[in-house]
């Protein structure tokens, strides 16, 4: 498979100004923030009446769903369990992380737009950032941001401190039936969810244990259900949902599955996305 000997070529510090032109603002901020919207992305969108001809979007809802290291090879070599998420999304980026891929440097760039060099989070530790990142941004133009993570996680972390609302909870179930809620609010225009049981699987059982292969399921399914709720609860907006990993992961001896490694296993992702 040639796919495991390459890397991905479009970056993960894209997803910032994509969401923030979907969302109507300027994704432009200095000159260490990544301004560049995804370009297929943004094609589909256009195609599919969401962004106007002029270049404007009509979107007015992002969600956020980030399960936790689902590497492009699990895709590639697991396609019947991705069926369901290929079904019902429009558009798949094949994602480049960053480097080291771990998780708290990967969402810094995510949310940041930024390399992790600018950020400031080089390896696996999870600081409070003190820079400028997605959360900062939209609430100073008046956007409401709501996060939800299990306590302890990188996204519950190193975001801390925003004007945004954080529903931070022990366990993911509690964090799924959180997002339904916020979903059936409909208070927020951007909600991000971030779920980590499959990388909590892969370390323990390899990343195709049955236990793990078990758990991406789970994610997808989750993901599923997410964009039915959407679509039935949203019918007055316009929305980009996105499922959205940090990185991917290698079989390793021990522990039995691992990622932070520069190569491609661990540094290609894949994210699929829906216009609702
Ligand atoms: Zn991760």
Same mark, same amino acid.
């Given at each position: 498979?040639?796919?495991?000997?390459?890397?991905?070529?479009?970056?993960?510090?894209?997803?910032? &100004?994509?969401?923030?032109? %979907?969302?109507?603002?300027? &994704?432009?901020?200095?000159?260490?923030?990544?301004?560049?919207?995804?370009?297929?992305?943004?094609? !589909?969108?256009?195609?599919? @009446?969401?962004?106007?001809?002029? @270049?404007?979007?009509?979107?007015?809802?992002?969600?956020?769903?980030?399960?936790?290291?689902?590497?492009?090879?699990?895709?590639?070599?697991?396609?019947?369990?991705?069926?369901?998420?290929?079904?019902? /999304?429009?558009?798949?980026?094949?994602? =480049?992380?960053?480097?080291? &891929?771990?998780?708290?440097?990967? %969402?810094?760039?995510?949310? /940041?737009?930024?390399?992790?060099?600018?950020?400031?989070?080089?390896?696996?530790?999870?600081?409070?950032?003190?820079?400028?990142?997605?959360?900062?941004?939209?609430?100073?133009? @008046?956007?409401?941001?709501?996060?939800?993570?299990?306590?302890?996680?990188?996204?519950?972390?190193?975001?801390?401190?925003?004007?945004?609302?954080?529903?931070?909870?022990?366990?993911?179930?509690?964090?799924?039936?959180?997002?339904?809620? =916020?979903?059936?609010?409909?208070?927020?225009? =951007?909600?991000?969810?971030?779920?980590?049981?499959?990388?909590?699987?892969?370390?323990?059982? !390899?990343?195709?244990?049955?236990?793990?292969?078990?758990?991406?399921?789970?994610?997808?399914? !989750?993901?599923?259900?997410?964009?039915?709720?959407?679509?039935?609860?949203?019918?007055?907006?316009?929305? %980009? =949902?996105?499922?959205?990993?940090?990185?991917?992961?290698?079989?390793?001896?021990?522990?039995?599955?691992?990622? @932070?490694?520069?190569?491609?296993?661990?540094?290609?992702?894949?994210?699929?996305?829906?216009?609702?």
């Amino acid at each position: 498979m040639t796919d495991n000997k390459e890397f991905n070529i479009t970056e993960i510090t894209r997803i910032r &100004p994509t969401i923030e032109f %979907f969302l109507g603002c300027n &994704p432009v901020h200095n000159n260490v923030t990544e301004s560049n919207v995804l370009e297929n992305t943004l094609k !589909t969108a256009v195609n599919m @009446g969401f962004v106007d001809e002029n @270049g404007k979007s009509k979107i007015d809802r992002v969600f956020m769903y980030n399960p936790d290291a689902i590497g492009m090879w699990i895709y590639k070599k697991h396609r019947e369990i991705f069926k369901p998420l290929e079904v019902i /999304t429009q558009v798949r980026e094949d994602i =480049l992380t960053v480097f080291p &891929p771990v998780t708290p440097v990967c %969402f810094g760039s995510m949310y /940041t737009g930024m390399k992790p060099e600018n950020h400031g989070i080089l390896k696996y530790e999870k600081p409070v950032l003190k820079i400028d990142t997605i959360f900062d941004f939209l609430p100073s133009t @008046g956007k409401k941001a709501a996060i939800v993570c299990t306590q302890g996680d990188s996204i519950a972390e190193i975001f801390k401190g925003r004007n945004i609302d954080y529903f931070i909870y022990p366990t993911i179930d509690e964090c799924n039936k959180q997002a339904e809620e =916020l979903i059936n609010s409909d208070n927020h225009d =951007l909600i991000v969810l971030y779920n980590g049981n499959y990388d909590y699987y892969m370390h323990r059982f !390899t990343p195709e244990g049955k236990k793990s292969l078990q758990e991406l399921r789970k994610n997808i399914d !989750t993901y599923c259900k997410l964009q039915k709720l959407i679509s039935e609860k949203w019918k007055e907006h316009k929305t %980009f =949902l996105a499922f959205a990993p940090d990185h991917g992961c290698h079989r390793s001896i021990f522990p039995p599955g691992n990622h @932070g490694k520069y190569i491609p296993k661990d540094m290609n992702t894949v994210h699929f996305y829906s216009f609702v």
